[in-house]
């Protein structure tokens, strides 16, 4: 574990990290989408959503607390399940809704950029910006932690402060009114499945909290601390999500902000701030989505070493230098790319979505079953955790089974080769023992 600097991140650094991941894809890369499902109650998606993370980050918060660690969830599912399937099976679902996020924020990193050119909505120059970026986080994660920290921390500063001025300025601009809080259009209007599929996407807009712990070893007084950053991250994002959401409604009708779901935010700006504001806007979407693909790389990167140290994935040099954690960001970031390049923002999404409340799931039942005295969790907090993620779960996969079957194929055949691939890699690893 030598390349694992102890002490490397503060309490401030651990807060940009997760919030650098949850603001790069989740007001930027997801708003859009979880309008298209929910109408004009889409703000309330985002509050809804973070709830259901408060009660996911509880449990988080409590295995940190006990066992703070820089293999993060990797680590955690161990302590539940030992040495298992379940175990690498759980720890690589989380490591690919990781590296799923990486690609559709790099994808909304091109969709951004764009906005300021005019090449049309479905350029080809958006995945190439996106491998772009990728290729630049990489080289910046190679650089060390002290560096990732420090720039995440300066990106963080940034795009709160960018995104809050967009905010305030939007609704400003708007003449929005308290009175406007409550839409006009009824809830019934709405499937209640699409306002449920709405609140998988916003859960995913949140979940970039968990990015902390896979920072555990690194963090000062992780203890205490690890814990306390998923807090902070949470509130900061809570706050920034309500305050975009209500901007946007603002200045664009629901079907505006369907058409521009890509790039909603670039959009809402047009009529509250003229083409200064696009500028702005785009600007700090640039900053957004670059310090959370740097953040992101830098989380996976850990978990998927911690992953290979403890035999519960194959690795392979292939005849690259240098330490282990490098090479798992060579694997990381050659993956993103490939979906960076293959796949939509929407799909992307989905599969991001569908891997992660799986794994959290998972996660939750682990410890209500073999951990729950040891870490003193409360029993009702963790079963209200698995029924709203179960409920999210099954109405995000009945829409998509309904709209885009081949996203709920893709998904459950990636789900079954990796269940099998590691029962037989680890059943190969006993028996060569």
């Given amino acids: 574990m030598s390349e694992y600097k102890k002490n490397s991140l503060s309490l401030t650094g651990a807060v940009s990290l997760g919030t650098g991941v949850m603001i790069g894809a989740g007001i930027f890369a997801l708003l859009g989408q979880v309008a298209e499902l929910s109408g004009q109650w889409f703000p309330y998606a985002f509050l809804i959503g973070a709830i259901i993370s408060g009660f996911s980050a509880y449990t988080y918060v409590k295995m940190s607390n006990a066992y703070p660690s820089a293999g993060g969830i990797a680590m955690y599912l161990k302590k539940i399940y030992g040495k ?3 175990t690498a099976s759980g720890a690589m679902l989380m490591a690919l809704s990781m590296v799923i996020n990486e690609s559709l924020v790099a994808r909304t990193f091109g969709s951004y950029t764009l906005q300021l050119f005019d090449v049309g909505e479905n350029s080809v120059w958006v995945p190439i910006l996106g491998v772009v970026l990728l290729v630049v986080a990489f080289l910046v994660n190679i650089s060390g932690n002290n560096i ?10 940034l795009k709160i402060g960018g995104i809050a001025i967009f905010a305030i300025g939007g609704l400003w601009a708007a003449g929005f009114s308290f009175s406007e809080v409550v839409p006009s259009e009824s809830l019934t209007e709405t499937p209640i499945t699409n306002y449920l599929g709405a609140l998988a996407l916003s859960i995913l807009a949140y979940k ?11 963090i000062v007084n992780p ?7 998923i807090i902070i991250s949470l509130l900061i994002c809570t706050v920034v999500y309500m305050l975009v959401a209500f901007a946007v409604s603002s200045n664009l009708s629901i079907d505006e902000i369907i058409k521009a779901k890509d790039y909603s935010l670039a959009e809402a700006s047009r009529p509250a701030f003229g083409k200064y504001g696009l500028w702005f806007t785009v600007g700090i979407a640039i900053v957004a989505t670059i310090s959370g693909v740097i953040a992101s790389i830098f989380a996976v990167s850990r978990m998927t070493a911690m992953l290979t140290e403890k035999e519960l994935i194959p690795h392979r040099h292939f005849g690259m230098p240098g330490r282990l954690q490098k090479h798992m960001l060579v694997y990381t970031v050659v993956l993103a790319l490939t979906l960076t390049i293959l796949f939509d923002l929407t799909r992307i999404a989905s599969l991001g979505a569908i891997f992660y409340l799986i794994m959290d799931i998972g996660i939750h039942y682990g410890v209500l079953r073999n951990m729950r005295k040891e870490i003193k969790a409360r029993a009702l907090v963790l079963i209200t955790a698995i029924i709203l993620d179960v409920v999210v ?19 459950a055949a990636m789900m079954v080769l990796i269940f099998f691939g590691e029962k037989w890699f680890l059943r190969r690893n006993e028996n060569e023992d």
Avoid: Y
Wanted: charge should be positive.
């Fill in 84 to 86: 298992s399937a379940l």
């Fill in 148 to 157: 990732i920290g420090k720039s995440s921390l300066v990106m963080a500063i």
């Fill in 393 to 411: 779960l099954g109405a995000f996969l009945w829409i998509k089974a309904s709209s885009d079957l081949l996203v709920v194929i893709v998904a």
């Fill in 208 to 218: 970039g909290f968990t990015t902390i712990t896979n920072s555990g070893g690194e």
């Fill in 223 to 229: 203890n205490k601390n690890v814990g306390r950053a």
